[in-house]
Nanobody, 115 residues
Framework: QVQLVESGGGLVQAGESLRLSCAAS????????MGWYRQAPGKQRDMVAT???????NYADSVKGRFTISRDNAKNTVYLQMNSLKPEDTAVYYC?????????WGDGTLVTVSS
């Protein structure tokens, strides 16, 4: 098991930036894939960005060019840099870790973007 704790959410205006952090309870060196997902009110949980052990990244089309995912193995932390935020980015953002098909989730951090 790996415990994940998200932080960095908050209330911002459209066009501003936030950086989310996901701190893991153990080394993330051996975690195959880590990522960020989000769930807006009345919507399902969708993938935002993922990153593999090798550093390969994948982004949802809606955030490409605006969001950047990165990982710092020494700090057991994954980040999501969010720039040019839009009201439609408003959601609870969840950190995810996947090891051989087994998923771990954080409790989420709320991001609210106002016009």
């Amino acid at each position: 098991q790996v415990q994940l704790v998200e932080s960095g959410g908050g209330l911002v205006q459209a066009g501003e930036s936030l950086r989310l952090s996901c701190a893991a309870s153990r080394s993330i060196f051996s975690i195959n894939t880590m990522g960020w997902y989000r769930q807006a009110p009345g919507k399902q949980r969708d993938m935002v960005a993922t990153i593999t052990m090798s550093g390969s990244t994948n982004y949802a089309d809606s955030v490409k060019g605006r969001f950047t995912i990165s990982r710092d193995n020494a700090k057991n932390t994954v980040y999501l840099q969010m720039n040019s935020l839009k009201p439609e980015d408003t959601a609870v953002y969840y950190c995810n870790a996947r090891v051989y098909g087994i998923n771990s989730w954080g409790d989420g951090t709320l991001v609210t973007v106002s016009s």
